[in-house]
């Protein structure tokens, strides 16, 4: 063999090497982004809400919870007319809470420290597992619903299963006639928040009466360095009936594409995941008729939404039971920007998504075996309960570069 032949034999070989090297060692940054709706998570101060109008809409301390007995602490005056920013401003006012008896030490559940904290353990436990057999870690996001105040946000924050991550929170306080509210947990080191805003659902009764319900939190903020913006939503229930209700979540859904349109007529390629218990199912009228979003991310184009959850539904697999029937209110809805068809990862795109159902998670016994295993049943405690609803987890991933 010449020196040129065992040359060029030598390079081809080097070559080989190197290249399945570098494919070998390709990794990816990962980073879950959750939703869970923990049920009825109340503390147990009986409180009502002050709100100072002189303040912007979006400042934190514009609706705040207050203990009851210190209402005569707070400047205010009486007010009756329906919670609206416009008809609020320039008034400080109390706002009384409904629904909120049972949740206190002397209501019929006997709500105490001992149960609270122990719910919030056991949320927080959770919330730590979410898509950690692929990222390694816990969620870099958590939107959350059914969460009193901002302090119990900031007491799952700092729980022990997840206060080592370094969580910090967002949330308002909203209109809700239960005094229950949408909130955000993200990790510090990750994300940093530029923006921060409810968008109100202005719904009515037949009487023409206004009905309360959650706001739609809204926060932008770079993940990792990248800017996405994410979408925390628990919209109206279905009582008095799926159809009875069902313009109130129409209307729901509107304020949402609202929220998407109004960032994407600023930036087409801007990155939005909207997220949330939407009471609704994929294929119910609020999300297809409004969003007609795709389940497959083959089937996507420019201007389509993608909801991974329509695959799931098609399978059978709910994130909720009622009468022996599973449904799967709790969703992602996303821009097309998060996806890829050719796995391009160069910026943060969905790998997969799924609903977090194990089995520890699931009523063993009686009427509701299989269902997820709640911490209340009526007025019956159960130590070791979570929520009615499982979580749901996506995870992003872009190239380690």
């Given at each position: 063999m010449t020196n040129i032949n065992k040359f060029l034999t030598y390079f081809m070989i080097l070559f080989v090497f190197v290249n399945y090297s570098a494919k070998a060692q390709n990794k990816y940054k990962s980073a879950t982004i959750a939703f869970y709706n923990v049920e009825n998570l109340f503390?147990?101060?009986?409180?009502?809400?002050?709100?100072?109008?002189?303040?912007?809409?979006?400042n934190p301390n514009y609706h705040i919870q207050i203990a009851e007995k210190d209402i005569d602490n707070y400047e205010h005056q009486e007010?009756?007319?329906?919670?609206?920013?416009?008809?609020?401003?320039?008034?400080?006012?109390?706002?009384p809470l409904v629904l909120q008896e049972e949740f206190l030490p002397n209501g019929n559940k006997r709500w105490n420290s001992e149960k609270y904290f122990q719910k919030v353990n056991n949320i927080s436990n959770v919330i730590s597992e979410l898509g950690r057999d692929i990222t390694g870690d816990a969620p870099a996001i958590v939107g959350i619903c059914e969460i009193e105040t901002k302090e119990v946000l900031e007491d799952i924050a700092n729980s022990k299963a997840l206060k080592k991550y370094g969580y910090d929170v967002v949330h308002f306080n909203s209109f809700d006639a239960r005094g229950v509210d949408t909130g955000l947990l993200y990790q510090k080191s990750r994300f940093k928040v530029l923006n921060a805003l409810p968008h109100p659902i202005y719904i009515y009764d037949t009487n023409g009466q206004r009905k309360y319900t959650r706001?739609?939190?809204?926060?932008?903020?770079?993940?990792?360095?990248?800017?996405?913006?994410?979408?925390?939503?628990?919209?109206?229930?279905?009582?008095?009936g799926e159809k009875t209700s069902q313009p109130f979540r129409l209307e729901a859904a509107k304020v949402m594409l609202g929220i998407f349109e109004d960032i994407k007529a600023k930036n087409p390629e801007a990155k939005i995941i909207a997220m949330g218990?939407?009471?609704?199912?994929?294929?119910?009228?609020?999300?297809?008729?409004?969003?007609?979003?795709?389940?497959?991310?083959?089937?996507i184009t420019k201007n389509s939404y993608y909801?991974?959850?329509?695959?799931?539904?098609?399978?059978?697999?709910g994130t909720l039971s009622y009468r022996d029937a599973w449904n799967l209110f709790d969703q992602f809805i996303s821009t097309s920007s998060l996806t890829t068809k050719d796995k391009d990862y160069s910026s943060y795109k969905i790998y997969k998504t799924e609903v977090y159902n194990r089995d520890y998670l699931k009523a063993t016994e009686g009427a509701y075996k299989g269902a997820p295993n709640r911490m209340w049943s009526g007025d019956t405690y159960r130590a070791n309960?979570?929520?009615?609803?499982?979580?749901?987890?996506?995870?992003?991933?872009?190239?380690?570069?």
């Amino acid at each position: 063999m010449t020196n040129i032949n065992k040359f060029l034999t030598y390079f081809m070989i080097l070559f080989v090497f190197v290249n399945y090297s570098a494919k070998a060692q390709n990794k990816y940054k990962s980073a879950t982004i959750a939703f869970y709706n923990v049920e009825n998570l109340f503390d147990t101060i009986k409180s009502v809400g002050y709100i100072n109008g002189n303040l912007p809409f979006n400042n934190p301390n514009y609706h705040i919870q207050i203990a009851e007995k210190d209402i005569d602490n707070y400047e205010h005056q009486e007010f009756k007319q329906a919670y609206t920013y416009e008809n609020i401003k320039g008034k400080k006012i109390i706002r009384p809470l409904v629904l909120q008896e049972e949740f206190l030490p002397n209501g019929n559940k006997r709500w105490n420290s001992e149960k609270y904290f122990q719910k919030v353990n056991n949320i927080s436990n959770v919330i730590s597992e979410l898509g950690r057999d692929i990222t390694g870690d816990a969620p870099a996001i958590v939107g959350i619903c059914e969460i009193e105040t901002k302090e119990v946000l900031e007491d799952i924050a700092n729980s022990k299963a997840l206060k080592k991550y370094g969580y910090d929170v967002v949330h308002f306080n909203s209109f809700d006639a239960r005094g229950v509210d949408t909130g955000l947990l993200y990790q510090k080191s990750r994300f940093k928040v530029l923006n921060a805003l409810p968008h109100p659902i202005y719904i009515y009764d037949t009487n023409g009466q206004r009905k309360y319900t959650r706001d739609i939190l809204q926060v932008t903020g770079l993940l990792d360095g990248e800017e996405i913006t994410f979408l925390v939503n628990h919209w109206p229930s279905r009582s008095g009936g799926e159809k009875t209700s069902q313009p109130f979540r129409l209307e729901a859904a509107k304020v949402m594409l609202g929220i998407f349109e109004d960032i994407k007529a600023k930036n087409p390629e801007a990155k939005i995941i909207a997220m949330g218990d939407f009471n609704d199912d994929p294929t119910s009228a609020s999300i297809k008729n409004t969003f007609n979003p795709i389940g497959e991310i083959k089937n996507i184009t420019k201007n389509s939404y993608y909801d991974p959850m329509i695959p799931l539904f098609k399978k059978g697999i709910g994130t909720l039971s009622y009468r022996d029937a599973w449904n799967l209110f709790d969703q992602f809805i996303s821009t097309s920007s998060l996806t890829t068809k050719d796995k391009d990862y160069s910026s943060y795109k969905i790998y997969k998504t799924e609903v977090y159902n194990r089995d520890y998670l699931k009523a063993t016994e009686g009427a509701y075996k299989g269902a997820p295993n709640r911490m209340w049943s009526g007025d019956t405690y159960r130590a070791n309960g979570y929520s009615d609803h499982f979580p749901v987890y996506t995870i992003l991933l872009k190239d380690l570069k």
